[in-house]
């Protein structure tokens, strides 16, 4: 078993994240994306979206996307806890969340950096128009986490769940785009301060 | 438990379909999108982001996102075959699937409709470059569901699961970007006119 990685990306992180806080150590292989390896037909092979992370099983399957990947070590080594709830309620209410911070927050906050900055406009259209409304969009989102964190300890309720790594990898890439968790949003940056003395997330 | 909805809008339909197909009838109510009724402060105070469906359970909690619903009413709800995936390896490939199909198919989809049609100008900014450019990426992702439909009966695999209810939803909502599922996509074709014969789907 492998993963295909750049470490420091977000969606790489997310899986890393989540393999610490269930205490899972997997076999990672380092992949160059600004240098363009996910572009080669060996690559696209293994992933679906030509993106890492991917996951590779010992029988050669592949699992692209990362929470799938996240999802298929919450179900194959499961333990007492899951990241993703743990009954009908809590299960429903992660998936929102995550669904929530992921399209109304790190997607937009990723379309806005590659049409901003035009990262990879190597290999892809950048319309630096679409990617102003994203950031003002996503400015826009922001206070909903925050209004949340005033009436629950973390993102979905009561428990750290699969939510609040997708919101630290969101509140860590938003500085990319000169936002910040000041003091406007007091509960974000208290909830901030505290979920980062993890180990998972210091690591 | 009541479900707030517009019955022909994609994700409302995406509940439906997964409603259907486990058998649940749940109180339906109309909302009028067009009109702005979801844009009021009793609505915006059931969904969190200010979309149908929202589902309302007996004790006034409320689920958006149409994906956290169903996954509320399969896991509520259990069946002996769950639209999720039945062990580990096909819930992490129903939720890759799901995921593809959603990021690279179903949102794009909707930012070209969105952004080229205007439809939504009088309550967001409207960028038709981006439309287009999201159009050519949605029909160069096309082909990806082809080449999995080749080698598959469903989407994720040996199963009908919740990732051909968001395809089946993506393949008619692309009509509206005159888009054609055409004989240069006969394994999308075909699995298209197959799935559309389950009563859930002809409903």
């Known amino acids: 078993m492998k993963i295909y990685e750049l470490g420091p990306a977000p969606s790489a992180r997310r899986v890393s994240i989540f393999l610490a806080e269930k205490g899972i150590e997997v076999e990672r292989q380092h992949i160059d994306i600004r240098g363009g390896e996910n ?3 060996d690559f696209k092979a293994k992933s679906l979206n030509g993106q890492i992370p991917v996951l590779e099983l010992d029988d050669g399957t592949t699992i692209c996307e990362s929470v799938a990947i996240c999802r298929y070590f919450d179900e194959a080594y499961p ?3 899951s990241l993703f709830g743990n ?13 929530l911070v992921e399209l109304r927050g790190l997607l937009v906050a990723m ?11 190597d290999r892809e259209n950048c319309i630096a128009e679409w990617g102003e ?6 400015i826009e989102f922001i206070p909903t986490l925050d209004k949340q964190l005033a009436v629950t300890p973390y993102i979905a309720g009561n428990n750290f769940s699969i939510a609040d790594i997708t919101t630290v ?5 938003i500085q990319n785009l000169e936002i910040q968790i000041d003091d406007s949003l007091p ?3 208290r909830w901030y301060q505290h979920v980062s003395e993890r180990p998972s997330i210091k690591a």
Chains 1, 2 share one sequence.
């Open 79 to 81: 333990t007492e806890y």
């Open 169 to 173: 990898i969101l509140c860590d890439f």
């Open 87 to 99: 009954n009908a309620l809590e299960k429903a209410q992660v998936e929102m969340w995550q669904r």
């Open 133 to 138: 409304e994203s950031r003002q969009r996503l």
């Open 187 to 189: 509960n974000l940056q």
């Open 111 to 121: 379309q806005a950096f590659r049409n901003i900055s035009g990262i990879y406009q």
């Open 39 to 41: 572009l080669s037909e």
